[in-house]
T-cell receptor, first 110, second 110 residues
Framework: NAGVTQTPKFRVLKTGQSMTLLCAQD?????MYWYRQDPGMGLRLIHY???????AKGEVPDGYNVSRLKKQNFLLGLESAAPSQTSVYFC?????????FGQGTRLTVV | AQRVTQPEKLLSVFKGAPVELKCNYS??????LFWYVQYSRQRLQLLLR??SRESIKGFTADLNKGETSFHLKKPFAQEEDSAMYYC????????????FGQGTTLQVKP
């Protein structure tokens, strides 16, 4: 049972490049989340989804897009990366009220 | 608006000393409160939730609706408690949002 898996684990992007972060869960959870973790800022919610085909904005959605075409996958896209998006990104899925987290993706935008 | 505030970025105590990690929240309805912990090189994981009224690894937390607080306490800190601790809030009614505070690093010195 893999739980929540994030791909890739590390990535360096140049300003203006695009990329997609993949989150996959095998627990059949309805709710999935994308957070970014920055020093002194804690975990901030970017976007979330309460079910297949649905997405909603979190606290810091600007510059990101998401899609939930399949229940098990939640994709986070950066269309035009900026240095301010350098961060560690965490995906989570929820069973009842307990969140299960991925291992994180460390993204650096230069 | 939902908001979680952890006023201390770093809390440093000696082994055997009492620990209190502060968490205050803002929410107009009936929230569900949680504490999550991230040990070094491990995934973020649930430590405890207020509805369970349980003690995990010697930690307890009581929801004080009058003071809108959910402080995490342990009477005698252990070195293995050193980690990053996050307080989190989920609104009632299955809104889906799970909001985290800024996090507090607990350092337990020998």
């Amino acid at each position: 049972n893999a739980g929540v898996t994030q791909t890739p684990k590390f990535r360096v992007l140049k300003t203006g490049q695009s990329m997609t972060l993949l989150c996959a869960q095998d627990m059949n959870h309805e709710y999935m989340y994308w957070y970014r973790q920055d020093p002194g800022m804690g975990l901030r919610l970017i976007h979330y989804s309460v079910g297949e085909g649905t997405t909603a904005k979190g606290e810091v959605p600007d510059g990101y897009n998401v899609s939930r075409l399949k229940k098990q996958n939640f994709l986070l896209g950066l269309e035009s990366a900026a240095p301010s998006q350098t961060s560690v990104y965490f995906c989570a899925s929820i069973r009842y009220t307990e969140a299960f987290f991925g291992q994180g993706t460390r993204l650096t935008v230069v | 608006a939902q908001r979680v505030t952890q006023p201390e970025k770093l809390l440093s105590v000696f082994k055997g000393a009492p620990v209190e990690l502060k968490c205050n929240y803002s929410y107009s309805g009936s929230p569900e409160l949680f504490w999550y912990v991230q040990y070094s090189r491990q995934r973020l994981q649930l430590l405890l939730r207020h509805i369970s009224r349980e003690s995990i690894k010697g930690f307890t937390a009581d929801l004080n609706k009058g003071e809108t607080s959910f402080h995490l306490k342990k009477p005698f800190a252990q070195e293995e408690d050193s980690a990053m601790y996050y307080c989190a809030l989920s609104g009632s009614g299955n809104t889906g949002k799970l909001i985290f505070g800024q996090g507090t690093t607990l350092q337990v010195k020998p």
